[in-house]
């Protein structure tokens, strides 16, 4: 479905929101559970919910503006868990919903980058487009979707208008885009990298505060702004763009991201001339990354999903060593004496306390079931 078409199904859905006098996440949560509701969202958003995927309403969070009369959508935690499972489920206008902006009478105000995936993440990126292409680094901070509306300038993040980020950005705004309410280009949403002490993730940026432009579209004609275009916004803006990669070719690209030595980077964006985008992440900050969240839930995800081996293969002996301990422990599920409530409850048991959430054990379910499908668990009698 094109992209045009794709912001008009959003923008009827928000219209919808409206319609029914939903305000905030209250109206939204007793909204949500109404079947005709339902039914109708998954019209807008071409999703078709097949056996064990979850509803529609799980998926899409509108979040609203205290003050200005804006509605943003934004998938899901669930999305991100668990539609890697049923790709299908990414359905335009779903992948849209990474923080786009409508105003309550339908407006498109703000649109960001679409939900794109990492390098051989999924099928549509382990064939990559024979295409020439722009690799940028990718940096290592929040996401910033910034906009103008009723004369003033905005910056949100991609689920709320009220985040730590995005209160942040907006007191970056008074400093980096002091001035910006002249010089801020009409009808432009110009995403950046939000660099500051408080939104460091892994790579350390040793206390530097600052805007880099990662990308920018025209809400109006939905041009996907390309690398000359935005070199030319950030002169305007007087702000960095992101560092370009010098090199030739994807396969140069894949082999320096495999080096598994940490280097204080993150990765790279990929920007094909036609505009589809992939992600190459540096194995040494997936290291670190997978290290401070190599759980129970994250290996019985990559086991469900066959992506075990491929996520740590190359990684550094340490990590492999852990993952693999957690490997065993969850597949010692089938060994369990009792029926299939004894069985969830052990795996359940894997996860610290004050983690046992409903999430987490319906994906211990998930996981026994998809154990038994592969004949490695025992079905109770």
Same mark, same amino acid.
């Given at each position: 479905?094109?992209?045009?078409?794709?912001?008009?199904?959003?923008?009827?859905?928000?219209?919808?929101?409206?319609?029914?006098?939903?305000?905030?996440?209250?109206?939204?949560?007793?909204?949500?559970?109404?079947?005709?509701?339902?039914?109708?969202?998954?019209?807008?958003?071409?999703?078709?919910?097949?056996?064990?995927?979850?509803?529609?309403?799980?998926?899409?969070?509108?979040?609203?503006?205290?003050?200005?009369?804006?509605?943003? %959508?934004?998938?899901?935690?669930?999305?991100?868990?668990?539609?890697?499972?049923?790709?299908?489920?990414?359905?335009?206008?779903? /992948?849209?919903?990474?923080?786009?902006?409508?105003?309550?009478?339908?407006?498109?105000?703000?649109?960001?980058?679409?939900?794109?995936?990492?390098?051989?993440?999924?099928?549509?990126?382990?064939?990559?487009?024979?295409?020439?292409?722009?690799?940028?680094?990718?940096?290592?901070?929040?996401?910033?979707? @910034?906009?103008?509306?009723?004369?003033?300038?905005?910056?949100?993040? /991609?689920?709320?208008?009220?985040?730590?980020?995005?209160? %942040?950005?907006?007191?970056?705004?008074?400093?980096?885009?002091?001035?910006?309410?002249?010089?801020?280009?009409?009808?432009?949403?110009?995403?950046?990298?939000?660099?500051?002490?408080?939104?460091?993730?892994?790579?350390?940026?040793?206390?530097?505060?600052?805007?880099?432009?990662?990308?920018?579209?025209?809400?109006?004609?939905?041009?996907?702004?390309?690398?000359?275009?935005?070199?030319?916004?950030?002169?305007?803006?007087? @702000?960095?763009?992101?560092?370009?990669?010098?090199?030739?070719?994807?396969?140069?690209?894949?082999?320096?991201?495999?080096?598994?030595?940490?280097?204080?980077?993150?990765?790279?964006?990929?920007?094909?001339?036609?505009?589809?985008?992939?992600?190459?992440?540096?194995?040494?900050?997936?290291?670190?990354?997978?290290?401070?969240?190599?759980?129970?839930?994250?290996?019985?995800?990559?086991?469900?999903?066959?992506?075990?081996?491929?996520?740590?293969?190359?990684?550094?002996?340490?990590?492999?060593?852990?993952?693999?301990? @957690?490997?065993?422990?969850?597949?010692?599920?089938?060994?369990?004496?009792?029926?299939?409530?004894?069985?969830?409850?052990?795996?359940?048991?894997?996860?610290?306390?004050?983690?046992?959430?409903?999430?987490?054990?319906?994906?211990?379910?998930?996981?026994?079931?998809?154990?038994?499908?592969?004949?490695?668990?025992?079905?109770?009698?």
């Amino acid at each position: 479905m094109p992209i045009t078409e794709n912001v008009a199904n959003l923008k009827r859905f928000v219209s919808l929101l409206v319609r029914s006098r939903v305000r905030n996440s209250a109206d939204w949560r007793r909204w949500r559970q109404k079947e005709e509701n339902e039914k109708r969202m998954e019209e807008l958003f071409g999703y078709t919910r097949l056996e064990e995927m979850p509803s529609i309403t799980n998926l899409v969070k509108p979040f609203f503006h205290p003050e200005l009369p804006l509605i943003g %959508l934004n998938y899901t935690q669930v999305a991100h868990n668990v539609l890697h499972q049923y790709p299908s489920g990414w359905t335009g206008p779903l /992948r849209l919903c990474r923080g786009i902006i409508f105003s309550r009478r339908g407006k498109l105000v703000a649109l960001p980058f679409p939900k794109f995936f990492n390098d051989g993440e999924m099928e549509e990126t382990r064939n990559l487009p024979d295409e020439p292409f722009v690799a940028t680094e990718k940096h290592d901070g929040h996401l910033g979707i @910034i906009f103008e509306f009723q004369g003033k300038i905005v910056a949100t993040t /991609r689920g709320s208008f009220e985040s730590k980020s995005a209160i %942040l950005a907006n007191g970056m705004l008074e400093t980096i885009g002091s001035g910006w309410e002249t010089s801020f280009p009409r009808n432009t949403t110009v995403l950046v990298e939000v660099i500051h002490p408080d939104t460091e993730v892994i790579v350390d940026y040793h206390g530097e505060e600052a805007f880099i432009l990662i990308g920018a579209f025209n809400r109006v004609t939905l041009e996907d702004y390309a690398e000359p275009a935005l070199k030319k916004l950030a002169k305007r803006l007087a @702000i960095p763009r992101a560092e370009t990669w010098e090199g030739n070719s994807i396969e140069e690209l894949r082999a320096l991201v495999a080096e598994t030595n940490y280097k204080n980077k993150e990765g790279f964006v990929v920007r094909f001339a036609s505009g589809f985008r992939v992600k190459l992440k540096h194995a040494g900050y997936v290291s670190k990354m997978i290290a401070g969240k190599l759980t129970p839930l994250y290996v019985m995800q990559r086991l469900m999903t066959d992506t075990f081996e491929d996520r740590f293969a190359d990684l550094d002996a340490e990590i492999q060593i852990q993952a693999d301990r @957690i490997k065993e422990k969850v597949m010692a599920v089938s060994a369990v004496p009792g029926d299939k409530k004894a069985k969830w409850k052990y795996l359940y048991e894997l996860f610290d306390e004050e983690e046992r959430t409903a999430y987490r054990k319906k994906i211990c379910r998930d996981f026994y079931n998809w154990l038994t499908e592969q004949g490695e668990g025992e079905v109770a009698a």
